[in-house]
């Protein structure tokens, strides 16, 4: 069992960067795939990015390819989201989440999939 805990926001002025970290107690991390999601006020969660358990596997929702990168520290229990040329539509609160799978396995879109979350984190681009 891992508890994930967001850090990391603020407000950023469009085509700023920002850095999300997200640290995760418990044992075996590495055995977790992480995923990345984001909610915006009056909006359903979407799924932003991933990473697999041994960090090989990443994958993104198309709008933020190529903008964003998520990197995992299986040594520090920590997953980041850097996040470069932030656009107003970014602004949601950032939520990363946890589940147990093998080193490989792709990071799933669908939130359901996952069994750990944490509160969140506001992220805020001003035009």
């Known amino acids: 069992q891992v508890q994930p805990v967001e850090s990391g926001g603020g407000l950023v002025q469009a085509g700023g960067s920002l850095r999300l970290s997200c640290a995760a107690s418990?044992?075996?991390?590495?055995?977790?795939?992480m995923g990345w999601f984001r909610q915006a006020p009056g909006k359903e969660r979407e799924f932003v990015g991933g990473?697999?358990?041994?960090?090989?596997?990443?994958n993104y929702a198309d709008s933020v390819k190529g903008r964003f990168t998520v990197t995992r520290d299986n040594a520090k229990n920590t997953v980041y989201l850097q996040m470069n040329s932030h656009k107003p539509e970014d602004t949601a609160v950032y939520h990363c989440a946890a589940v147990s799978r093998d080193l490989f396995f792709v990071a799933p879109r669908a939130g359901s999939e996952y069994q750990y979350w944490g509160q969140g984190t506001q992220v805020t681009v001003s035009s």
């Open positions: 990473i697999s358990g041994g960090g090989r596997n990443t």
């Open positions: 418990g044992r075996s991390f590495s055995f977790y795939t």
